[in-house]
Nanobody
Framework: QLQLMESGGDSVHPGGSLRLSCAAS????????IAWFRQAPGKEREGVSC????????IYAPSVQGRFTISRDNAKTTVYLEMNNLEPEDTAIYYC?????????????????WGQGTQVTVSA
């Protein structure tokens, strides 16, 4: 299993930007799908985006399409989530997760490794 550590969470105003990082360690990074999920207070966990590290295939949730960009730096075994034009509705704890299935799908049960999360707060 991969070990994952998120960073980059912060408080920003609406319209602002943040970049989250997910640093992975372990032997399966090269064959993994790395995803970002988020959970707001009182709401269910939501898949945001994921990327297959081997070929860069990505998907996005409709709620973030066009505003968020996921990318990876395989040399650093790190996945990034660039978030632009942030809205108050983006406020949540953001979690990084890893799947060994190879499937580029935002389905939480596919992901067996999870980080501790990083808080993103968007408010005026």
């Amino acid at each position: 299993q991969l070990q994952l550590m998120e960073s980059g969470g912060d408080s920003v105003h609406p319209g602002g930007s943040l970049r989250l990082s997910c640093a992975a360690s372990g032997q399966r990074y090269a064959t993994s799908v790395i995803a970002w999920f988020r959970q707001a207070p009182g709401k269910e966990r939501e898949g945001v985006s994921c990327i297959r590290t081997s070929d860069g295939e990505v998907i996005y949730a409709p709620s973030v399409q066009g505003r968020f960009t996921i990318s990876r730096d395989n040399a650093k075994t790190t996945v990034y989530l660039e978030m632009n034009n942030l809205e108050p509705e983006d406020t949540a704890i953001y979690y990084c997760a890893a799947s060994a299935t190879g499937l580029v799908q935002l389905v939480a049960p596919l992901f067996s490794s999870w980080g501790q999360g990083t808080q993103v707060t968007v408010s005026a």
